[in-house]
């Protein structure tokens, strides 16, 4: 059947080569990965000057730190002489500057190239010139956001607005006050599957009742298939036995501060296209970064957020992580499980959106903008 | 040299890039193996209504069941929903449905839409339509084969009629009563070749004086080189010291029932493009299914079929399987020594074919019609 | 920045991709290993007729071994008739001939056909015109050079002459009388980095002060980083309390018979591209074969040769293998750290040389003529 054959209840999805042709996931790279604000690293993991984590942005490797004043930086991580790559470790800290390992060019923590061997007898080298590359950088919700275009897009328009819209207004993410919470715990899913299921995946929960019993259980409505993010401003109340949002429905923490009462006992779930998701409960934050690295095959970081309070008590926060982390490993599966179909001709003009999951069809437009071959 | 110096003796292999080349390999599999009946799954292994099994046909998976009536069905195992992979095991049973594990969507035994939920809520959606896409079958020998394209080729003039001609008469297949037969061993070999190396191995005996001393103790006019495909009609002669078709020439089982005075004591073997091989001798059959995979790696699975009271009682069939194992190893090894040698510049042009393997030649010109940019 | 902006210090290395590009380095293998004399087994390793060694060259497996006058002969490892490898193994011994295990088709030790199954009532097959497809040798410095091509470029002005050029002398290079040592040790080497990483830096010492410690403990010179290849007719003179090349600058054995006063206590690298790495030191030499093998991955070959009597003594070379076994592992580890950048845009236009590694241009230039479309 074609598209033009579906009746209104059904929209297309994308067809099946956008989940499997390599040059398109390299359009994708460059025009969405490389050019759109990416959620790179946590803030506090970068403790002080000189401290440093090496991250995959796109297709680039980039040392995210913090120059003498504390300020963070962000640089490609090449040496600008022979091309070696300044950090092999993916965390690790220096004194006060990056010395390439290979001939000892030598760079300060704003990227400026500082010494050389024979570097003296070169008086005619611009150490500017050659000073590391530079890549734009944020901090909001006590992550490091970076961009590697010359000319960022607006990071409110592109990141800030993104959330206000779905949560309603731009003060209810403060209420949770996330750059101010402390990691509980991080579980890395290594995924083969293309990173538009998993955003997909995410975005829906039309599959809810048939792959999350325990998150069901905990926010009925769920099983009735409407998204938590298909209407803004809404968020998916807990039952009315289930005390917290843990894997048994048993107690959490205390709420946070700023949390209100109307977000109170409720789950709300953000995509900020391309790459992070934000689920938000009373006690406390959730927050998964996307790296695609393949056509087939996309790695996620999942922090789970409480307060410093909560962490420096020890107490045990494993009921809380065990339920999401269920539904990760739930919802990773059934990409995998769609990921060698794309390639079928059955698949060829793609498969169709229900009704519950229409919205979906706003991600595929907001792509194909990206990807259209115009100036932004 | 270049093929127009080739005398009479000698005639061309196809060219080396036949081969290696990965985008010809992919015409091979949409033009051949997807356009052509393939010889799927034992019929027998599918043995009640909902019994499946999932098999790769081309670069597709279909699922092979029988519906309630126990007619056989195939169709591509993609959920048209979101594209889930329906089944993921290599074989089961299911009640009387499949159901997509993503999201519930519900097709019954002959592919029809029969669930989702809030279907009822979707009066417009035509499950017709939304069904599983359906895929041809037929029953022969025992076995299921399916065809993926629109209108299938003629499975007697493509099938029937090639085994037919191998032996002379339409009956000659008859007499072995094959889809009558249990089966009494399977074994499985990962080939890191070109389906065409495999096919054209099995099409010549002039290998057989070099690497096949089980078989030609057996047969040995295979010593001389002649293949018994050569000659329409021929079988090899068991050799006056031999009592039976086995690794040492030890006596077998009684001689099938439909099997004639001519046909006793010989050994037929058929090769039915593009991935079938059948061996017949008195007391068993021996059948060859290819499952090419990659440009330079072909599966192939074996059966060896007896009379299903041989195999009720238990009886020892090892003799007579270790035979044909060893062949197909020794054959699979040499196919294996070639495969790295096809890139080489000394095989730009192909090798040469001798006098006894120039029939392989209409397999190439077969398949050079088949490749063909026109309709069939 | 872009090359023009470069100062005088600084001229540009080769742009990122042709080190990354998979098609440029099979234009390398046709162009350059396919085309040039490369250096591929040690003489002495074929110690008599019918002693042979298989070893890839640019994309081509090549046996070589010696007829029974003991010259010493090379083959394409590729049947005429169907195309097998005619030797698996990395070497061995046939008595007087090459007998294809596939089908037994027999080529004597000079490439001659000489025997197949029913060869004799095909006796219009030219036997010349269906031999082993020959490649040209040259046997020099104890090692066996192939070329690939119908017509080798001058072995005096690719190969001979470039050693000349490098020592200052002809004669230099005989001094040490290569073509007399025995092998005392073999390391091989697998590195993943494009075979050009590789040669630069060979070519260059301006890393010697970061990565060497051992090496320029024993040549205090080339701690300022010059290289050894920088000055014609220069060899790196050892520390004045260096008593040997030696991993601990102790002794090592007598100076070899010709070796001049000049040449005394001095370490001469030569470079003979594309493949040849040649290290002379008064009581030793040093040869690396490269073979590429694919664009980031790149086996290398080490032979250390000291006199026979060495060798038969049993002494102790431990000493002067582990200084170069560690210079290798140091250099081949900072190859390995600069591959993946290549891809980097921040490699886009390349990197840069400094003044000390401007004569890696003359290797860019060199390539950049043999990459040229045209007639050489």
Known sequence: MTTTELTSSLISTLP???YTDAELFQLEQQRVFEEMWFCAVRAADLDRPGAFRT??????????????????????????????????????????????????WTY????????????????DVDRAAQGLIRVHVREWLGYVWVCLADE????????????????GTAESITNYGVDGLALGRRISYDVRANW???????????????????LTEVLPEFADGYAAQYYVGHGAEFGSEVEGFTVDGSAGFERLDGVTE?????????????????NLVP????????????????????????????????ADISRSVELFDRVNRQDFDACERCQPAMASRAYRAGGVLVPVEHHIGEFHTWLADRLADTVQ
């Open 16 to 18: 099946g080569h956008y």
């Open 108 to 123: 300060d923590l704003d990227g400026g190239l500082v010494a050389a061997p024979n570097l003296a007898s070169m008086p």
């Open 283 to 314: 006690d406390h934050v959730i927050v998964h970064r996307m790296f695609p690295i393949a056509v087939d095959r996309t790695l996620i970081e999942c922090d789970w957020l409480y307060t410093p309070g909560i962490i420096e008590s020890g």
């Open 55 to 104: 991250v995959s942005v796109g297709r680039e490797s980039v040392v995210v730190s913090r120059n003498r004043a504390g300020e963070v930086r962000a640089f490609l991580n090449v040496c600008r002489h022979r091309g070696a790559r300044l950090c092999t470790e993916e965390q690790g800290q220096v004194r006060r500057s990056f010395k390439c390992p290979y001939h000892a």
């Open 196 to 214: 538009k299921l998993v955003i997909e995946n995410f975005m829906e929960c039309y599959h809810c009742g048939t792959i999350h019993p325990e």
């Open 152 to 167: 960022p897009p607006s990071f409110t328009e592109t990141v800030e607005d993104v959330v206000a819209q779905r949560l």
């Open 262 to 278: 109307d977000q109170d006992r409720r789950y709300y779930a953000i995509t900020v296209p391309p790459q992070v998701f934000i």
